[in-house]
């Protein structure tokens, strides 16, 4: 059974920085995409970053270019979300996708990840 497990919420002031990690337990296909979403309270879950694990090409939300970094291991299977310069509004639930067939057409589809992990909670307080 394939798992993501997440690790590194926490709560941060705004402007400060936090690192998450996510772990795949095992690789699914040679071409896989590792990524991030968020989901404020009471909002839809939206794509925030994904990088595809053999490439290590990387897409990102316009909201988050310049102050969040998607990174690999792909020898671990896990991925790291750097996040830089945390603003209030980055206060979500972030969960971790995996994907066999994202495409860098569908990567901000949240319906083309096939696994995803638990969810990790990221505070900002201002």
Request: charged share 15%; aromatic share 12%.
């Amino acid at each position: 059974q394939v798992q993501l497990v997440e690790s590194g919420g926490g709560l941060v002031q705004a402007g400060g920085s936090l690192r998450l990690s996510c772990t795949l337990s095992r690789p699914t296909f040679s071409n896989y995409a590792m990524g991030w979403f968020r989901q404020a309270p009471g909002k839809e879950r939206g794509f925030v970053t994904t990088i595809i694990m053999s490439f290590g090409i990387s897409y990102y939300a316009d909201s988050v270019k310049g102050r969040f970094t998607i990174s690999r291991d792909s020898a671990k299977n896990t991925v790291y979300l750097h996040m830089n310069s945390l603003k209030t509004e980055g206060r979500a639930g972030y969960y971790c996708a995996a994907g066999d067939h994202v495409t860098p057409s569908t990567v901000r589809s949240s319906d083309r990840y096939d696994y995803w992990g638990q969810g990790t909670q990221v505070t900002v307080s201002s």
